[in-house]
């Protein structure tokens, strides 16, 4: 038999943070990039199973198992192996939490386990940025962000970062001590911009060019008035809006087909009820990234992204930090043997 190959790099939060991990650039790249290979079709990525065993339990408590296998100049695979539990901020905790396990893709050994906690939030805030910079009016200057944990207060500051002209942020949340501490943190970091915790949702929502939702809701209530003509709205959380966002928005954009139309989230329900289709949706992101379908083409579309979430996304921003790593000397090496 032969020898066990080496050892694996571990990378804790803070080592991925030491990386280059706090700010959205290395993962607006990398994203860019997934969404690239996406839409040439050069990567492997079953259809994610839901791990439940709590009958009728919430939306938001699952285990998500996440593989992907990734083209390209330098081939990876890897799996984000992701929990979820609603109530875990009532306990100080993220609702999330996350290991990121690469592999080699010639001898499918794995090399890296990363805390994949933070590159999850990273890269689903990087896909938001890259759509806007196709989808959202080029002059953009306002975002509302429904939600504010973890992945809302990411979102937020990719944006930011990526998109000098944003002048407000409109945020809220039910629970208002959470938009008010996100309020203080994106302020501090972002002096340019004026950051207001709204009184109500429908509030933030008609004052934002770019709408976000990064709620825990297992109800609808964002109805398509609320979205004022030529915003994008980014659906992270994908439970938020009612039917007729979907039906009266000029583009429908999904990361991709199949994982979106599954596991009773939005676009799995309209199109069971008949009210949407593949024939009405009007691109996978990753075709608008390479140019194959057309962006935004005028001032006054409404445009909706649903982002269900991609292992590619997390491969490839886990590669590029395992990289930055390996260069900077950052981690733990773990023996295999
Ligand atoms: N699409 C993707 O790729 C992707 C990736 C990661 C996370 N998500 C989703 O993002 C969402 C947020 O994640 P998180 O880790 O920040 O969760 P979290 O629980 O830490 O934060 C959610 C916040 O939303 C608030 N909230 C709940 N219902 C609300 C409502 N109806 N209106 C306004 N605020 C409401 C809560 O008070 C909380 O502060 C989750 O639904 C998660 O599944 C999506």
Redesign the pocket.
């Known amino acids: 038999m032969s020898a066990v190959p080496r050892r694996i790099l571990y990378l804790s939060r803070a080592d991925v943070t030491a990386a280059g991990g706090s700010s959205s650039h290395l993962f607006v790249e990398a994203v860019a990039r997934a969404l690239a290979l996406h839409a040439s079709g050069a990567f492997a990525q079953p259809l994610k199973p839901y791990l439940r065993w709590r009958p009728n339990g919430h ?2 408590d699952r285990i998500i198992a996440m593989p992907a296998y990734l083209d390209g100049d330098e081939p990876v695979a890897g799996l984000k192996w ?1 929990g ?1 539990k ?1 109530d ?2 009532r306990l100080g905790l ?3 939490s996350a290991v990121i396990v690469l592999n080699d893709a010639e001898t499918h050994y794995p090399i890296a386990v990363l805390e994949g ?1 933070l590159i ?2 990273w ?2 805030a990087a ?1 938001t940025a890259v759509a806007a910079r196709r989808l959202a009016r080029r002059d953009f200057g306002s975002i509302a962000c ?9 979102q937020v500051t990719t944006l930011l970062e990526q998109f000098e002209g944003v002048r407000t942020v409109h945020l ?4 208002r001590d ?2 008010e501490a996100a309020a203080m943190l994106l302020s501090a970091r972002f002096p340019v911009a004026a950051v207001t915790v709204a009184a109500t ?1 429908e509030e933030a929502v008609r004052a934002g060019d770019v709408v976000v ?5 297992e ?1 609808p ?1 964002l109805p398509f008035a609320w979205l004022s003509p030529g915003c994008l709205l980014s ?6 809006t009612h039917d007729d966002v979907y039906v009266r928005a000029d583009k429908v954009v999904v ?1 991709d087909w199949d994982q979106c139309n599954r596991e009773g989230k939005v676009i799995h329900r309209l199109v069971a009820s008949g009210l949407f289709s593949r024939a009405e949706l009007h691109a996978e992101l990753g075709q608008v990234v390479v140019g194959e379908r057309a962006g935004r083409e005028n001032d006054d579309e409404v445009i909706v992204l ?5 292992a590619i ?1 997390d491969v490839a921003c886990a590669q590029a930090v395992y990289h930055l790593a390996l260069d900077a000397g950052v981690g733990t090496w773990l023996d295999l043997a």
């Open positions: 939306v938001a992701i979820s609603h875990n901020p993220d609702r999330a906690g999850s939030a890269r689903t896909v429904i939600g504010c944990g973890p992945i809302g207060t990411a809220f949340d039910t629970r959470v938009a949702a939702t990064a709620t825990v809701t109800s209530w659906n992270v959380s994908l439970m938020d990361d649903n982002p269900m979430g991609m996304e």
